[in-house]
């Protein structure tokens, strides 16, 4: 799709996401932002109550008992102000525009009680207590003033020069906050209300049809049948042999590390890297809530953990910074980007315990509490699953075709991945699939609450790339769409700014260490172009051309696959 009145009607603004002044530093109005005013005065109140003492202190020396006295009137008064300054957070918001961020922010953590972190182009500010809540409190929406009420994002500054995709700001309750309004109770799954998994004792595998032996070869019987959603359901979701998830089944994981997983209760943050393609980003600005309550799982293969032992001086004892390294032997796929669609999509299987999970590829770098992305993108909106829409494209063809182009996978593959969802009925995309946004994801994070709808919707997700070709954007509307013709139910679409607010796309291994060897210094890393106003000290570096990377077109699959089905067959439902 292209066109202003196709954006327009999208909810999408053409141009470029840069610092945006005016978006959180002026008067709220429409933006739903907070004046400063009392607060300004009381940190002005606060500053002026310190320098009182502090002139306090100088004269003890001197005049020790006829201070007394006066010390302890200005020590109340600043235990009054500090004590005030708690209190207004219960009301405060986070406007935070991910552009610029400076050392003082990459290393802040927000502590169990948080002042607002104001980001507005180049003038950030934090002022934080660490007091800790004695006791967890809960909120819950139907009484609580959201303070995001209101906020939308701003329209992005013309720049004629960077016209590629940018952040933009997200207005983010306090941390502590997000931590009270966590649900008390799984949100209800429409129709499904049992689901079960497929074993190697349950079915015998029809060798002939397409799939894998990890994902049991599923017919295309089978696989129309998966989408006739009822109250309880059987239905193919990988790990077909072994005991369970991890034993025996292929993605095999030592007995220890499977202990761990399963005391993982609340919530997991996942990523993975397999044939040593990324270097480990670790998480910035996360939460003592988070660090406490929160699990950080990395999955690796041998030759990712080889390397991280050798390179990493944070890596003690398989963790590695937040992360706790997982490595996963007898991969059931050679592509490793395939493998990697098994943590990404099977994380409800990997964790059984487990209530939320967030999903973010190798490549990219957290730099927001998890538990803001949840109250952002799944409590406030009353969603279960929320994954960003791609930045570019709307359209499923119009993605097959840019893979193409690109060489992510065998042309053949995809044309045939295409024509089958073109004779199930897949067409192209328009305003007119309205409240759908796109049918073209960019899947590299996924925020969910698992619960049994969003746990099938996965696992049938899981099984087209499986089936098919293992880009999962072209996948992802075809079972988006069949499951919503059925219960109603779809995923939530966020902007692909916002997701650029709390996620920094960093450099692949391989590139990175071209740019090193050939004396340049890599950029920061950044997912959007670099600003022009420079920081102070800085120096702008000449422009140069990108080392290529030549990177192994993905084989089409290394299994067995059938001649093309005909039309009466494709067409089943």
Known sequence: MSGGSSAAALGLRSGSYGSLPAAVGGSGGAGGVRKPGARGWALRGEKERLQLLHRALRLVGRRRAG???????????????????VK??????????????????????????TRPLMMSGNQYSSVVNKIELPNRIH??????THPCEG????????DKKHTGPRPCPVCYVSVDQAFALIPLEASPSPVLKNINYISEDGIVANLSSQGSGFGGHPSLEQRNKSFDISESMTVHCGFVRGKKPGQGTGFDIKDDDLLEMEQCRELVVASAIFGNYDMIQHPRNISEFSKANACFYMFVDEETEAYVKNSSSLYNNNKVGLWRLVVVRNLPYEDPRRTGKIPKLLLHRLFPNVRFSVWIDAKLELVADPYLLLERFLWRKNATFAISRHYKRFDVFEEAEANKAAGKYDNASIDYQIEFYRNEGLSHYSPAKFPITSDVPEGCVIIREHIPITNLFTCLWFNEVDRFTSRDQISFSTVRDKIRARVGWMPEMFLDCERRNFVVQAYHRELLEQMIASGRRPPSTTDAPPSRKLRPGSRRAPPSKKPSVKRKKEKSSSRRRVPKPVAAGMGAM
């Open 151 to 158: 906020f939308s994002v701003p329209p992005p500054l013309v």
């Open 88 to 113: 207004d957070d219960s009301s405060s918001i986070s406007i935070v525009n991910n552009y610029e961020v400076p050392n003082a922010i990459q290393k802040s953590v927000y502590p169990s009680t």
């Open 139 to 144: 909120l819950s929406y139907a009484n609580f």
């Open 67 to 85: 201070v007394l006295l006066l010390l302890a009137v200005a020590s109340a008064a600043v235990f009054c102000s500090l004590f005030a300054v």
